[in-house]
């Protein structure tokens, strides 16, 4: 089924808070009819270090008890949450045949955590926990597992495929890999040195009270004009979305290093990213492929950050195609290999 649907397109009103809410509400009813008749939703809760995570199976409508299917992770980049990305991924990968599974990190949205907590490690923990959940449910073969991480979340999706050989092939798009490389290069040396300043502050607080001071969420991570747009129109009028962020975010972004951790990763890697990408640059993508081991895969997106990213979007199902190659020479693979070597014996 294919309904041409790029929301805002065609709808025009005026900018105000209710006209962003009717938008959304008339997106939202597309969205929910194509999906119903699309995949199979299956609401779960799992733990991760003690935090019951919030989340979603999706599963492929042709789906037949019994059967062992390929599954893959979309995983949320900053501020980002299941319904959104996550699901949107998981409709194009349930229709290739692929069960998903898409849940919210720890102190967002639905699931438990500490208010504002936003700490890449423990992003990483929830995903390898998550890893462990998928590979628990009966429609999942455990030995054909992938990762996608979308924008901050492809840092944290390199970084578990690293460490965690139950991950056969990750795919890490419009994202940065380098913490402090990204974080300096977004800001003026004053403002670097302000940013360094107050970091060193709340580590003494932390160290003294226990606590990290929540802060406003753009404040050390600041939004290029297209990417603010689209925020504004898709996201900020959604709940989970905007909430303060303790400053302890920032020191776990200054002391992610993704591009070291690569060379630790021997699965296959996919990186896409925006050629126009002012959030994330583009040399961000770039010096993870250089430093990563093959096989990989470098796709440069027509686009920037998110301005593709509508279903219908024809950026987005070129993305897509490109997702579905990659993940179908390794995962489906996978399986007729084993089928040909049963088939010998």
Request: with cysteine; net charge negative.
């Amino acid at each position: 089924m294919s309904l041409l649907f790029t929301p805002f397109s065609w709808f025009q009103c005026p900018n105000s808070k209710l006209a962003r809410c009717l938008q959304y509400l008339i997106m939202k009813a597309f969205k929910i009819v194509l999906e119903v008749m699309e995949m199979i939703e299956r609401h779960i809760e799992f733990y991760s270090e003690g935090y019951k995570l919030d989340g979603t199976v999706y599963l492929p409508d042709d789906y037949k008890k019994g059967e062992k299917r390929p599954a893959i992770i979309p995983n949320s980049g900053y501020q980002g949450f299941n319904e959104f990305y996550p699901k949107l991924f998981a409709r194009n990968l349930t229709a290739a045949g692929y069960v998903c599974l898409g849940f919210d990190y720890r102190s967002f949205a639905k699931s438990e955590g500490e208010e504002g907590r936003v700490i890449l490690d423990e992003q990483v923990e929830d995903i390898q926990n998550a890893i462990t959940f998928l590979s628990l449910q009966e429609e999942v073969d455990s030995d054909r597992i992938g990762l996608i991480g979308w924008g901050m979340g492809g840092s944290n999706v390199v970084r578990v495929a690293a460490r965690d050989n139950r991950v056969k092939a990750v795919a890490a798009l419009n994202g940065f890999y380098n913490g402090q490389r990204w974080l300096r290069s977004i800001h003026s040396y004053v403002e670097w040195n302000e940013i360094l300043k107050t970091v060193k502050k709340d580590r003494e607080q932390r160290v003294l009270t226990g606590k990290s001071q929540l802060a406003n969420t753009f404040i050390h991570y600041p939004l290029d004009p297209e990417t603010a747009d689209y925020v504004e129109k898709e996201l900020a009028i959604l709940s989970p979305f905007g909430k303060q962020t303790v400053l302890q975010f920032t020191d776990s972004i200054i002391s992610m290093n993704a591009e070291e951790e690569v060379k630790n990763v021997t699965v296959p890697l996919f990186i896409a990213h925006g050629k126009d990408n002012l959030l994330h640059p583009l040399d961000e993508a770039n010096g993870l492929y250089e430093a990563a081991n093959e096989p990989k895969e470098l796709y440069i997106i027509n686009g920037k950050h998110n301005d593709f990213m509508y279903h219908e979007h024809e950026v987005f199902q070129d993305l897509n195609e490109q997702l579905k190659a990659f993940f179908n020479g390794i995962l489906t693979k996978k399986e007729e290999d084993r089928k040909v070597t049963q088939l010998q014996r």
